[in-house]
């Protein structure tokens, strides 16, 4: 099955640039989702299609996809931005498909 | 706005059955495909299962296949997930989740709902 791999933590401090990675095979030729996820809390959609925010969602969050490397960017990092990032693919495959999020990075505001 | 409120969570022992239901308000339900996604306690999200808009469609983990089935109510704009022969490792806060179309895929996750709590006990 497609794997995504995330580095497990980050630290950032207040206003600077938090750069969360989401690697996997060809990722670039898939379309990716990230989600934050606060304590106590269900998920919320931030980016999705690479890099097309929802309505709602600050303009600081960002987002790239190509080759093997997906990447979500918080520009001015902010304290109500401490939470886990999941990025996720639908993998398509011949026999089957499935949804596949990968491990989670969590952000911590210094 | 989209609201998904789940039920049926609780605590079961292994090798017994709980069945999940999310009720949507403020979509055009029958529109939109729909999804389980589940995360265990400490862990990361792991999606479950989907059914498409009509449900002529229906995916699963390779974890749960032949122990868990979804359904909808498009009358009742309702979202069931009936799980079967649980083991402990099904542990987990179950998401309902709306996905953006109507595909035969799946592709992401517009809307959550709050989860409901499931703990298979040994």
């Known amino acids: 099955s497609y794997v995504l791999t995330q580095t497990p933590s980050v630290s950032v401090a207040p206003g600077q640039t938090a750069s969360i990675t989401c690697g996997g095979s060809?990722?670039?030729?898939?379309?990716v989702s990230w989600y934050q996820q606060k304590p106590g809390q269900a998920p919320v959609l931030v980016i999705y299609?690479?890099?097309v925010r929802p309505s709602g969602i600050p303009e600081r969050f960002s987002a790239s996809n190509a080759g093997n490397t997906a990447t979500l960017t918080i520009n001015r990092v902010a304290a109500g931005d401490e939470a886990d990032y999941y990025c996720?693919?639908?993998?398509?495959?011949?026999?089957?498909?499935?949804?596949?999020f990968g491990g989670g990075t969590k952000v911590t505001v210094l | 706005q989209v609201q998904l409120v789940e039920s049926g969570g609780g605590v079961v022992q292994r090798g017994g059955s709980l069945r999940l239901s999310c009720v949507a308000s403020?979509?055009?339900?029958?529109?939109?495909?729909m999804h389980w996604v589940r995360q265990a306690p400490g862990k990361g999200l792991e999606w479950v299962a989907f059914?498409?808009?009509?449900?002529?469609?229906?995916l699963y983990v390779d974890s749960v296949k032949g122990r868990f089935t979804i359904s909808r109510d498009n009358s009742k704009n309702t979202l069931d997930l009936q799980m079967n022969s649980l083991i402990p490792e099904d542990t987990a806060v179950y998401y309902c989740?709306?996905?953006?179309?109507?595909?035969?895929?799946?592709?992401?996750?517009?809307?959550w709902g709050q989860g409901t709590l499931v703990i298979v006990s040994s």
């Open positions: 989740a709306k996905d953006q179309g109507g595909g035969w895929h799946g592709s992401f996750f517009e809307n």
């Open positions: 403020g979509l055009p339900f029958r529109a939109y495909n």
């Open positions: 059914v498409r808009y009509d449900g002529s469609n229906e």
């Open positions: 060809n990722i670039g030729s898939k379309s």
């Open positions: 299609h690479d890099s």
């Open positions: 996720q693919v639908w993998d398509i495959r011949t026999d089957h498909s499935e949804g596949v």
